[in-house]
């Protein structure tokens, strides 16, 4: 396991830096520059790297990818899951000695001159409706990094949030957990009259609902803001009849929901457990360590570009890969059988 201090010494910082960047301390004053390689490197430390597998495609010299981004730069430095995504793509690209154009989101579609000179796209995150159709118009090859349009029309690489629910929650029933609350997001691209439209959302409905458990009342969603984990926890938790876990969409909401249950002067897990989805560098340093689900964000990437090759190479056939993931359980969760009541 990787630690604040290999980071630091890695970085050139204090290891206290570290810490309060990785636990998005509001009130640290650091450049944007010198944050973004504290994320960068403590995800490229968390995982084995492209450069060191040896996975077969030989170099491909002369070739250019374009990455379209559907985040923000500021905003991917908030969710370290799409560092991974990144970086798992830019360092296959290194690999095999293919250029790499990288495009983020501005609130506009990018320069149609950068897709169509190069020799293959990869679109990383959720990009819906003619966002879809200009990305196929402009692309030679292109491939969904983290997302998987409806049709089968392009390649794609991605895990199955939906199983993975049902694995944890099947996990937390198992430790005893019967009143389990959900903190999530709208989903502003689908479904928009169905606030209950993203995927762990509509499976943990499916889910608890199939077990005789579901009440609407533990199940919150709002639009995705750097406050939402700590917004949602603390009105969840101010319910009379609070949960005894809280399941939340991804990591960054669970170190809001962190936030939240420390200052009502409650306790993890002893008053409130928290699980959560990702498997960011920073779950196994908050306290207590995160149980998560583990989404390999940066193999996601290194398969993105892997699927380009291919169709570089002769294939012409869509692939949708779908990648697993592991539950790793920490000590944010009651052991199984000390669950306190439901």
């Known amino acids: 396991m990787v630690t604040i201090k290999e980071i630091a010494s890695a970085v050139g910082v204090s290891s206290a830096t570290v810490s309060r960047v990785l636990n998005y301390d509001p009130t640290l004053s650091i450049s944007t520059k010198k944050r973004q390689a504290i994320i960068e490197t403590a995800e490229a430390l968390n ?25 923000q730069p500021a905003q991917e430095l908030i969710d370290p899951y799409y560092v991974g995504v990144r970086l798992g793509i830019e360092n296959r690209c290194q690999a095999l000695k293919i250029e790499v154009v990288k495009v983020f989101h501005n609130g506009n579609l990018p320069e149609a001159a950068i897709l169509q000179g190069a020799n293959g796209v990869v679109a990383v995150g959720h990009h819906y409706g003619e966002e879809v159709h200009w990305l196929r118009r402009h692309s030679r090859h292109l491939v969904f990094a983290d997302f998987a349009p409806d049709d089968d029309v392009d390649d794609s690489v991605m895990s199955d949030v939906s199983v993975a629910m049902n694995r944890l929650l099947q996990g937390i029933y198992g430790m005893g957990y019967r009143r389990i609350g959900f903190l999530g997001w709208i989903d502003a691209f ?8 993203e995927r762990r959302c509509r499976a943990f409905i499916h889910w608890m609902t199939k077990a005789g458990l579901y009440d609407p009342e533990l199940c919150m969603v709002e639009k995705l803001t750097p406050d939402s984990g700590y917004m949602l926890a603390k009105a969840m938790l101010s319910k009379p009849n609070p949960p005894k876990i809280l399941v939340t969409c991804n990591d960054n909401m669970a170190i809001g929901a962190y936030r939240a249950i420390h200052e009502m002067g409650l306790r993890i897990p002893d008053d409130v457990a928290v699980a959560s989805f990702n498997d960011i560098p920073v779950a196994q340093f908050l306290g207590p360590p995160l149980s998560t689900v583990k989404i390999p964000a940066e193999v996601i990437g290194e398969t993105a ?19 697993g993931t592991e539950m790793v359980w920490r000590g944010s969760t ?3 059988g000390s669950v306190a009541g439901p």
Not at 56 to 68: E, I, N, R, S, W
Request: avoid cysteine; hydrophobic fraction near 40%; aromatic fraction near 6%.
């Open 47 to 71: 995982y084995a790297t492209p450069r060191n597998r040896g996975r077969g495609a030989g170099p491909m010299q002369g070739l250019k990818f374009a990455l379209v981004h559907f985040l």
């Open 190 to 197: 689908r479904d928009k009259d169905d606030i209950h439209s």
């Open 305 to 323: 570009v892997d699927l380009l090759v291919e169709r570089l190479t002769g294939r012409d056939v869509a692939k949708k890969v779908i990648l």
């Open 334 to 336: 009651a052991t199984t």
